[in-house]
């Protein structure tokens, strides 16, 4: 059986960062980190918009040279909950 992912380009995975932090976050640790949120116990998701992301079109201005997470993703790192990816089996 072989995975295949489709990739709706919807740009959400590019207007996220996330953050593994070392001590568990609290809500009392963010009162002055506004948008960001608690993902699990030690991750924080900051609403943040790559500077590569054309906003328009949701694609990669320099695909040919993206972050290495961009290019591993979505097989490592976190999904955002929003994103539209899916993945089908054959």
């Not at 290019?71 to 976190?78: D, L, M, R, S």
């Amino acid at each position: 059986m072989t995975c295949r992912a489709t990739c709706k380009k919807c740009g959400i995975c590019c207007r996220w960062v996330y953050i593994q932090c070392t001590n568990k976050v609290s809500l009392s640790n963010l009162d002055s980190l506004r948008g960001m949120e608690i993902v699990g116990d030690y991750i924080l998701r900051i609403p943040v918009a790559c500077s590569l992301l054309d906003l328009e079109t949701n694609l990669c201005k320099d695909y040919e040279h993206r972050p290495e997470a961009c290019e591993i993703f979505p097989e490592v790192g976190i999904r955002p909950k929003e994103c539209k990816y899916e993945e089908s089996k054959e």
